[in-house]
């Protein structure tokens, strides 16, 4: 017999990668959407805002979900309400990060790995709601944590340094403009692509072995951040103008786009532990990126632009690369 899933965040990019994926499996799914907004794949439905405590005992209590898979716990507080609400599940699966971790501790990343980043007040909320699972953990509630690198697929790509639109990188590339990538470009980085993802989390959904287990699911790809800009070109059927710019410079006008205590640091993900329950990533980076443009094709609306972004762009490389004429030319015999 299926078992009953819930799913808090299934409309998001890896939500509905998860969906499609417990599906395919035979599994009776359902998600939580807000009013008025449509499921992402032809399934079961409840409304409420997830952070509703009421309404989620009322739909806990109606529907006994038995297992539950939410994106959208950030938050110490959060992860205590889902606790709450859903005490008599048989599994409460919370999608953590691996921005946990203390990138100033080590390059090589496994779940035994040192945490604590001074930098991500993203990877400090989570850290502080595995903390807080952990101890219910401890109690016997039956949790089982993930924790994801970047994962993209839909119309979100991995990116260095971007606004509120991910195709307005590839669209910089196409009319030659530069693109700006932090550091030199030599720090190595990891990204995941949905499918990969949700096959990861599917491994875990009911099994015993993993409650109470932190799993870190990534692919095994390493590339740098330049190398990952020429291959986006390179698709693209056209070079991208690199402009390198360090994070601190990024950081200070404001164009950090989450890289300190994350993309600035070099990162290699040891998935020995999911892969010992078959987890194997199957998408290249050149393939998600073939993916996403194939997507762009068929839903042109998604490529929408942000052109305040791009004045922005404009400027600053046009500033970086002039300071940096004058500051070579200052020791030119």
């Known amino acids: ?33 807000r009013e008025n907004r449509q499921p992402c794949h032809p399934t079961a439905t409840v409304t409420a805002d997830g952070d509703d405590e009421l309404a989620l005992h009322r739909i806990q209590r109606e529907e006994k979900f038995d ?63 595995e903390l807080v699972m952990l101890r219910a953990a401890k109690e016997g509630f039956p949790v089982t944590i ?13 990116l260095s340094v971007k606004g509120k639109s991910y195709w307005g990188i590839c669209q910089r590339i ?20 949905t499918d990969d993802l949700a096959a990861g989390i599917a491994l875990l959904v009911g099994r015993e072995e993993a409650l109470g287990e932190i799993w870190q ?18 698709e693209l059927g056209r070079p991208p103008k690199i402009v390198h710019i360090p994070t601190d410079i990024l950081v200070r006008i404001g ?35 073939r993916k996403y443009l194939e997507g762009m094709e068929q839903h042109p609306e998604w490529k929408t632009e942000d052109p305040a972004f791009d004045e922005r762009c404009d400027a ?4 970086w690369e002039e300071m940096a004429r004058d500051f070579v030319s200052i020791f030119e015999d």
């Open 1 to 33: 017999m299926a078992r009953k899933i819930l799913i808090l965040g299934g409309n998001g990019t890896i939500g509905e990668a998860i969906t499609r994926e417990l599906l395919s499996r035979g599994e009776d799914v359902t998600l939580l959407l």
């Open 67 to 129: 297992i539950v898979i939410n994106l959208l716990i950030y938050t110490a507080e959060q992860a205590e309400m889902n606790l709450r609400v859903f005490a008599d599940v048989r599994q409460l699966i919370f999608i953590s990060t691996v921005c946990v971790h203390d990138r100033e501790r080590g390059v090589v990343f496994d779940e035994q790995s040192p945490c604590g980043n001074r930098f991500s007040r993203y990877g400090q909320n989570k850290q502080e709601a």
């Open 146 to 158: 993930v924790r994801p690198t970047q994962t993209y697929g839909g119309r979100k790509l991995p």
């Open 174 to 193: 196409l009319d030659g403009k530069p693109v700006i990538v932090h550091g030199d470009g030599s720090s190595a980085w990891v990204s995941t692509y």
């Open 217 to 234: 699911i990534t692919s095994d790809e390493v590339l740098t951040w330049d190398q990952m800009y020429h291959i986006l070109g390179e």
């Open 255 to 289: 164009m950090d786009s989450g890289l300190r205590g994350d993309k600035e640091a070099s990162v290699v993900f040891d998935n020995a532990k999911i892969k010992k329950l078959g987890f194997s990533p199957k998408v290249s980076f050149r393939q998600g990126v």
């Open 316 to 319: 600053v490389c046009a500033a």
